[in-house]
């Protein structure tokens, strides 16, 4: 008797972090109150990721890389593979909380006009994580966000925009983009957009696919009655400096690939310098701070 497809195919993409990783698919099999299945891209980790998953989640397909592809470039790996109605792109440092798979499909399945739908998505301590809401990084909003007003007026309609602090976070909302940590995005979608742009190669995929679905007319929502917990940062702290370059090289491609045509030469050299004038200061407070670490 064939195996029922899947509605939901689970698509993560791992890079040495095999305990979260494992309880990532504990929690996603666990709650799966739909057909299910889970796709585990695995950038050529070394702490025995995909040989565990293979041994402990039989059912899993996993595509073992012989190089570290970036994030966008792996999940295109892994969409190939995807059988799924909908994907749920999903970080190994997630942990999906009880019928949030269901709420989510549910919720594609009577909005035939939403792509993409992201849950309420917390950290450990029950805090929101603000990246589950974003709206699209214009000029402005990163200037409010280089300046610090976005944290001092983080529910201001016009400060706090980025983070949609102005709306309740308790309330289904539709919003410009959620995160790639956790969201559920309909693949007749992606079949009509594409999937990730390779040029990212960590960072800023998530919003330049969510801009690229509503240009097509597509719908981004947050769903509060889906949650989920992310233990976040697992991944990038193995090489913050690689990675604190590589989050800023990404906001400069997203500006210049969506909105430095709508904007005077003079305005795209600002935004460059605010840009690569923070990652120069958060540079040199990581370079700091590192300095100031005890010695093992």
Not at 138 to 159: E, K
Not at 223 to 240: D, F, N, V, Y
Not at 272 to 285: L, Y
């Amino acid at each position: 008797m064939p195996a029922e497809k899947p509605i939901v195919s689970a698509l993560i993409v791992s890079f040495n972090v095999k305990p979260l990783l494992l309880k990532c698919l504990e929690a996603f099999y666990g709650h799966a109150d739909v057909p299910v299945e889970a796709v585990v891209v695995d950038n050529a980790s070394t702490d025995g990721s995909a040989a565990a998953v293979a041994s402990e989640f039989p059912k899993a397909v996993v595509l073992a890389q012989q190089r570290n592809l970036g994030f966008g470039r792996a999940n295109n790996v892994g969409l190939e593979r995807c059988q799924g109605r909908f994907v749920l792109l999903l970080n190994p440092d997630v942990t999906v909380n009880p019928q949030a798979l269901g709420r989510m499909a549910d919720f594609l399945i009577t909005r035939p006009d939403a792509a993409v739908v992201g849950p309420r998505l917390l950290f450990p301590d029950g805090r929101l994580d603000p990246e589950a809401r974003r709206s699209f990084p214009v000029p402005s909003t990163l200037f409010y966000r280089t300046v610090g007003l976005s944290r001092l007026f983080p529910r201001s309609r016009v400060f706090g925009r980025h983070n949609m602090g102005h709306l309740s976070e308790t309330e289904v909302h539709e919003i410009d983009a959620g995160s790639a940590a956790c969201m559920m995005v309909r693949m007749a979608a992606l079949d009509r957009v594409g999937f990730f742009d390779p040029r990212y190669f960590m960072f800023g995929e998530d919003l330049d696919l969510c801009y690229r679905l509503k240009l097509g007319g597509w719908k981004v929502f947050y769903l509060p009655s889906a949650s989920a917990i992310h233990h976040k940062g697992a991944a990038t702290k193995q090489a913050e400096s690689k990675m604190l370059y590589e989050r800023h090289r990404a906001m400069w491609a997203y500006h210049s690939k969506h909105h430095a045509n709508d904007i005077s030469a003079f305005a795209n050299g600002l935004v460059w310098a605010q840009i690569w004038g923070r990652w120069a200061a958060s540079a040199m407070r990581q370079t700091v701070g590192q300095g100031r670490r005890p010695s093992p």
